[in-house]
């Protein structure tokens, strides 16, 4: 099983990243798909999140109207389209893999930076 993230880097603040979150190993169209964050110092939090079939989306409040979580379940794919970006965006972005029905383990992806300066 792989989760593998790409995407992130530097970007000054009202830019623009595109993530991306690879999956392989298990059936990627029977997993809600997640993407955490998390900053130096601070705890994992959820940033979005898709389901399976009729992909119905959910977005942390601070994010909501700037970010934009989709799938690709022909190419095991999800992204994380994260525009108006903030210096309080840093953090390394997690992809998080769990399974639908409730049941079994998640996987997580290694993560990727994104860095929001100027």
């Known amino acids: 099983v792989q989760l593998v993230e790409s995407g992130g880097g530097l970007v000054q603040p009202g830019g623009s990243l595109r993530l991306s979150c690879a999956a392989s190993?298990?059936?990627?169209?029977?997993?809600?798909m997640r993407w955490y964050r998390q900053a130096p110092g601070k705890e994992r939090e959820l940033v979005a999140a898709?389901?399976?079939?009729?992909?119905?989306?959910f977005y942390r409040d601070s994010v909501k109207g700037r970010f934009t979580i989709s799938r690709s379940n022909a190419k095991n794919t999800v992204y994380l389209e994260m525009n108006s970006l903030k210096s309080e965006d840093t953090a390394v972005y997690l992809c998080?893999?769990?399974?639908?029905?409730?049941?079994?383990?998640?996987?997580w992806g290694q993560g990727t930076q994104v860095t929001v300066s100027s």
């Open positions: 998080n893999a769990a399974p639908a029905t409730g049941w079994g383990v998640d996987y």
């Open positions: 190993g298990f059936t990627f169209s029977s997993y809600v």
């Open positions: 898709i389901t399976t079939r009729t992909g119905n989306t």
